[in-house]
């Protein structure tokens, strides 16, 4: 059933907005965030749900899309159900700015920099959003609407919408890195314990899409990884167990060519040598909901068997019924930033950096 199918029903409800427009009938249709400042862009009482949501930022930083944090609290919660950077939330990986096409989040021109969101959000009796400025920048403008229908009541079957980002430098550790069988025969994965984790979430609910970032820090091919989800508790295998990374992302053959469909694709692409670079993927499963009843633990190999270092972060989408598992504290702002980007001369100094950030030492010097 599509959007067309059912427009000429009667529904029930009121539409409503909160935007950012001037108050005093100007033209100063923004607000200003300063840094260190949480502002608070809708703070709706009663019951509703969010239809869309669309924002665009200027400030002086240019990783603003890392330092300014988008967090979501329904029906009162302590905990946020959506705690993400603002750009990776609305798919827009290492702060930067381009254009991306999906059904339920695009990025928009000029240049991507105008943020949309169509997830449906159910609340009950309270919707609170907000942005926190960790950038050491002032924001000197946030626009924004929120458009939301206000309903009497809402159906005991709505689930609450979630979203949480997750980042990890990846290591082979003991394996030594490898693909295809190029340097030494494949290793063996029978858990996934050293897995890059998506998800892992309490309650009942179903997952609905993912946004997957990676930097590769060489040519290697990085998406020989399986995706595996254990469900309900389950032991592994799981009940949905893949068979490589472009698969997932349902694609084929180590692609490198931008392609964006409603539900699938790749809207970042990197021009380097083989796989050397930021690649962006996305997959929302919005005809084939990933369904849990009890729990789920979402995970991807980094390349087979985990058998490379790569800088991967992940947004997930899902609904479930409340209360959700808090989420792990978010990665501070010295670690949410980029590695510059490289050229194959610079592998073995991205990657002495980068075990040097994880062993707790001092970060590179030249982020960007």
């Known amino acids: ?21 001037d108050r005093t009938g100007g033209n100063a249709d923004h607000i200003v965030v300063k840094p260190g400042e949480t502002a608070v862009l809708a703070d709706i009482k009663g019951a509703g749900i969010i239809r869309h949501i669309w924002i665009t930022i200027a400030c002086k930083d240019p990783m603003i899309r890392r330092n300014c944090i988008l967090r979501m609290y329904w029906d009162g919660e302590e905990n946020p159900s959506v705690e993400s950077p603002i750009g990776d939330f609305f798919g827009q990986g290492w702060g930067e700015e381009y254009n991306f096409i999906s059904l339920p989040l695009a ?3 000029q240049g991507g920099r105008a943020l949309n969101s ?17 950038s050491d920048q002032q924001m000197d403008a946030l626009y924004f609407y929120i458009d939301y229908e206000e309903r009497d009541e809402l159906p005991e079957s709505a689930c609450r919408f979630h979203a949480w980002w997750n980042r ?3 290591d082979p ?24 984790l998506i998800i892992e979430a309490e309650g ?23 995706d595996m989800w254990l469900i309900d508790g389950e032991p592994w295998p799981g009940s949905l167990h893949g068979t490589g990374t472009e698969d997932f992302f349902n694609s084929s053959w180590c692609p490198k060519e931008i392609y964006q469909h409603p539900y699938f694709g790749y809207a970042r692409v990197n021009n380097n040598i083989g796989w050397l670079g930021r690649t962006h993927c996305y997959r929302f499963f919005l005809e084939d909901p990933i369904m849990f009843n009890k729990s789920i633990r979402g995970s991807i190999e980094h390349g087979h068997a985990n058998v490379l ?9 899902w609904y479930q019924i409340e209360p959700h598992k808090p989420f792990p504290a978010i990665l501070p702002k010295e670690k949410r930033q980029n590695m510059p980007e490289i050229t194959v001369r610079d592998i073995h100094r991205w990657r002495h950096a980068w075990r040097e950030s994880m062993g707790g030492k001092k970060l590179w010097g030249n982020e960007k």
């Open 107 to 109: 990025a928009a021109p």
């Open 1 to 21: 059933m599509t959007a067309l199918w059912n427009l000429y029903q009667v529904r029930d409800g009121r539409t409503k907005r909160v935007s950012s427009y």
């Open 173 to 196: 550790a003991e394996k030594g890195e490898n693909e295809w069988e190029v340097l030494h025969p494949y290793a063996t994965n029978r858990s996934d314990t050293d897995n890059y």
């Open 204 to 226: 009942k609910g179903h997952v609905v899409g993912v946004n997957y970032f990676v930097d590769c820090p060489s040519p290697i091919w990085y998406g020989e990884g399986d």
């Open 168 to 170: 990890e430098i990846t």
């Open 309 to 317: 270092t790569l800088d991967l972060a992940t947004v997930v989408y």
């Open 118 to 134: 169509y997830f449906p959000m159910p609340f009950g009796t309270r919707a609170l959003i907000t942005v926190e400025n960790q």
